[in-house]
């Protein structure tokens, strides 16, 4: 009896472990499942507007080439406030930082204030 006990208790912890370790392990450790209302592609990463990127692109010309498409050496698109965080992907919420601000920047974003 204490056998089936053990071996149920078992069996239902996996069943609610792995779907759970599946949904929610990401490599980075950087951006969490938890967002709500937040599509998501077949990489576990936030889908981005790329309508939203290039409009505000043309609003916001490259901070070193000056040119309002294509790509901007030294510099990426963010957002002020993160899609995790319930930012919207929209351009009145897109900034350009250098690369080094951007990886700084990613290694807190997970953290929603």
């Known amino acids: 009896m204490k056998r089936v006990a053990v071996l149920l208790l078992l069996l239902l912890s996996?069943?609610?472990?792995?779907?759970?370790?599946?949904?929610?392990?990401?490599?980075?450790?950087?951006?969490?499942?938890?967002?709500?209302?937040?599509?998501?592609?077949k990489h576990g990463r936030i889908k981005r507007s790329s309508a939203a990127k290039h409009a505000f692109e043309r609003q916001h010309p490259c901070p070193s080439t000056g040119k309002t498409s294509g790509r901007c050496p030294g510099?990426?698109?963010?957002?002020?406030?993160?899609?995790?965080?319930?930012?919207?992907?929209?351009?009145?919420?897109?900034?350009?930082?250098?690369?080094?601000?951007?990886?700084?920047?990613?290694k807190t974003e997970g953290l929603c204030r």
Request: aromatic content about 6%; hydrophobic content about 40%; some cysteine.
């Open 75 to 106: 510099y990426v698109v963010d957002h002020v406030r993160p899609l995790e965080c319930g930012g919207a992907d929209a351009p009145s919420n897109m900034q350009w930082q250098t690369i080094a601000e951007g990886k700084a920047k990613d």
């Open 14 to 41: 996996l069943t609610i472990a792995v779907p759970a370790f599946a949904r929610g392990s990401h490599s980075s450790g950087s951006h969490s499942r938890a967002a709500r209302g937040v599509a998501w592609n």
